[in-house]
């Protein structure tokens, strides 16, 4: 990104290399430089083939995930970049990309399989929101141009829609709700509390994921224009986490 569109308020957008290193992604070097994660910030961090990157680069996300800032510690002392992005990352299935088809067979142990997903790690996926699969798309779907589909400018009016009500509900940002903030945002009814109970219990979902949990759903109410967050918004919600609530 330049420091014209900067100037300018558009939102960054980094999409760096699986070979980067974790200097590369976090920041590092004498003198302490910036790295993609602060480049990032207020805007996207794109990593495409995410199990190729090096999972001692993947893991130092962890931080900025949290806390939306990088720290490195040197000799010379401490040095601070802030790294608030949103952190969207892609995958194949397996080495081979066919794990799951419908059509072409895996060829990959399953031990290799397994190895290939493990490279995010646990901990990585659970400071994740949304996990969704997305199918290999029929090619006369990408070749009919009169193929209805809903376009990114209908996405954006949603999303302003639900930021705008959510700003009149509450005076901070749904990622910032924790705790007893997050739950009085959500307002759940008794049905709603003991399914997020159960579910937390069957799906053994950890603090932290439970609070992510509720964000989401949180949002996904924003979407319906509901000041309060219903079970359907849950279950929603719930259905993002597939891999990470069994984590």
């Known amino acids: 990104m330049d420091e014209q569109s900067a100037l300018s308020g558009v939102r960054p957008f980094r999409a760096p290399h699986h070979s980067a290193s974790v200097a590369g992604l976090v920041g590092g070097g004498a003198p302490p430089r910036a790295g993609e994660a602060s480049l990032a910030h207020?805007?996207?961090?794109?990593?495409?083939?995410?199990?190729?990157?090096?999972?001692?680069?993947?893991?130092?996300?962890?931080?900025?995930?949290?806390?939306?800032t990088v720290t490195l510690v040197r000799a010379e002392g401490r040095i601070s970049f802030p790294a608030r992005f949103t952190l969207v990352g892609a995958a194949n299935p397996c080495?081979?990309?066919f794990f799951g088809d419908p059509d072409r067979q895996c060829r990959c142990p399953p031990a290799v399989?397994?190895?290939?997903?493990?490279?995010?790690?646990?901990?990585?996926?659970?400071?994740?929101?949304?996990?969704?699969?997305?199918?290999?798309?029929?090619?006369?779907?990408l070749l009919d141009m009169s193929h209805s589909t809903v376009c990114s400018r209908d996405l954006r009016d949603l999303v302003m829609s639900a930021r705008a009500f959510a700003a009149i509900r509450e005076h901070?940002?749904?990622?910032?709700?924790?705790?007893?903030?997050?739950?009085?945002?959500?307002?759940?009814?008794?049905?709603g509390a003991r399914f997020v109970e159960h579910a937390a219990r069957v799906h053994h979902l950890s603090g932290r994921a439970l609070t992510r949990l509720l964000r989401v759903a949180r949002t996904i109410a924003d979407i319906d224009r509901n000041t309060r967050v219903?079970?359907?918004?849950?279950?929603?919600?719930?259905?993002?986490?597939t891999r990470g609530a069994a984590q």
Do not use: K, W
Request: net charge negative.
């Open 230 to 241: 219903g079970v359907e918004h849950i279950a929603e919600a719930l259905s993002y986490r």
């Open 113 to 141: 399989i397994e190895r290939y997903a493990n490279r995010i790690g646990g901990p990585l996926m659970d400071r994740i929101d949304l996990h969704v699969e997305v199918p290999r798309p029929d090619p006369s779907q």
């Open 172 to 191: 901070r940002a749904t990622a910032m709700l924790a705790g007893s903030e997050l739950l009085a945002a959500c307002d759940l009814e008794t049905n």
């Open 42 to 68: 207020n805007g996207v961090l794109f990593l495409d083939e995410m199990p190729e990157f090096a999972p001692s680069a993947l893991q130092c996300l962890r931080q900025p995930l949290e806390d939306g």
């Open 95 to 97: 080495p081979c990309g």
